[in-house]
C-alpha cells in the first residue's frame, strides 16, 4: 500500500510539473510574443501610477529588502529548520529548490526573445523582463519555507508564505520593475521546481516514514485554491473587458481602464501565487511523512 500510494504521488508530481511548465509556454508565448499581450502588460504597468505615491514607501521596503544577502540568509534559515527536525534530504532539497528556481530564472530572462512592436517604447531597450527575479525570490522561500515547516503550523504558515509572495509579486508591478506577466511566470518556474523538489523527497522518503492522514490540510488547500481560482476569474474578466480598447495606446487610456488592467493584473499574479501554493500544500504530508521513533 506504502507503494502504491507513493507511486500515485510521483504520477502527481509529474502531471503538476507538466501542467506549470506548459502554463508557463503559454503565458510566454502570449504576454511577449502577441502584440495584444504584451498591449494588455504595458496598460496594467501604465495603472500603477494610479496611487503610486500612496504605497511608494512599503514597496520600496519590501523589494529592497529581497538582496542576495537576505536570500543566502532565508536559505540558510530554511535549511536550519529541516536540520534541526532531523531532515537533512529535506534541508538539501529545499535549498536545491531555491537555488534551482532563482538560477533558472535568471538563464530564462537572458535567454528569452521579446519581439518589439512598439507598444512600449520606454522600455524597449531593456528587451526581456520575464520572469520576475524579485518574484521568484519570494516564491522559492515562501514554498520552501511550507515544505519545511512541521505538520502543525504547516497550514497558517502556507497562508502567510503565500501572501507574501503574492505582495511581492504585486510589488513589482506597483514599483513599475516587472511586468504581470513576469511575476505569474516566477511563480510557475518556482511550480515546476517544487514538483521536482517532491520527486526528490520521495526518492530519498525512508522505510519507516509514515503518511498520517492527520497530516493533510485539504480545507486549507481548497481555501487557497478556491481563492486563487476566484481571484483568476476576475483578473480574467477584467482583463477581457479590456482588450474591446486595445486600438488605443496605453498611454492614452484613461483612469478607469488603465484601473481595470492594473487590479485584474494584481489579481491574476495573487490567483496564481494562491493556485502554486494549493497544489504544494495538498501533497507535502506525503513528502514530509512522520518517521517512527
Do not use: C
Not at 500500500?1 to 504521488?9: D, I, K, L, S, V
Not at 494588455?40 to 494610479?50: E, Q, S, W
Not at 523538489?197 to 478556491?226: I, K
Amino acid at each position: 500500500m506504502r507503494a502504491t500510494a507513493r507511486g500515485w504521488t510521483a504520477v502527481w508530481l509529474v502531471v503538476m510539473a507538466l501542467v506549470q511548465a506548459a502554463a508557463f509556454l503559454a503565458v510566454w508565448r502570449v504576454a511577449v510574443h502577441t502584440e495584444i499581450g504584451q498591449w494588455v502588460d504595458t496598460a496594467a504597468l501604465t495603472g500603477n501610477r494610479i496611487g503610486q505615491d500612496r504605497i511608494d514607501g512599503p514597496v520600496d521596503k519590501l523589494l529592497n529588502a529581497m538582496s542576495v544577502v537576505s536570500l543566502l540568509a532565508a536559505t540558510a534559515m530554511i535549511g536550519f529548520i529541516a536540520l534541526i527536525r532531523g531532515r537533512i534530504a529535506l534541508a538539501i532539497t529545499a535549498t536545491l529548490l531555491i537555488a534551482g528556481a532563482n538560477v533558472s530564472t535568471q538563464l530564462l530572462k537572458y535567454g528569452l526573445n521579446r519581439p518589439d512592436y512598439g507598444l512600449d517604447p520606454e522600455r524597449a531597450a531593456v528587451g526581456n523582463s520575464l520572469p520576475s527575479g524579485h518574484t521568484t525570490v519570494a516564491a522559492s522561500v515562501a514554498i520552501a519555507l511550507v515544505l519545511v515547516l512541521p505538520a502543525k503550523v504547516r497550514a497558517v504558515g502556507a497562508f502567510l508564505a503565500a501572501a507574501y509572495a503574492a505582495a511581492a509579486g504585486v510589488a513589482t508591478l506597483s514599483a513599475g520593475w516587472h511586468r504581470p506577466s513576469d511575476a505569474v511566470a516566477a511563480y510557475l518556474v518556482v511550480g515546476v521546481w517544487a514538483a521536482l523538489a517532491g520527486l526528490v523527497l520521495l526518492v530519498t522518503q525512508r522505510e519507516q516514514a509514515q503518511v498520517a492522514p492527520g497530516d493533510a490540510h485539504r480545507l486549507a488547500a481548497l481555501l487557497l485554491g478556491a481563492a486563487g481560482v476566484l481571484a483568476l476569474v476576475v483578473s480574467m474578466l477584467a482583463l477581457s473587458w479590456l482588450v474591446d480598447l486595445r486600438g488605443t495606446g496605453p498611454d492614452e487610456l484613461s483612469r478607469r481602464p488603465l484601473f481595470v488592467a492594473y487590479a485584474g493584473s494584481a489579481a491574476g499574479i495573487a490567483g496564481t501565487m494562491a493556485v502554486v501554493m494549493a497544489l504544494v500544500l495538498i501533497v507535502v504530508h506525503r513528502l514530509v511523512p512522520r518517521v517512527k521513533g
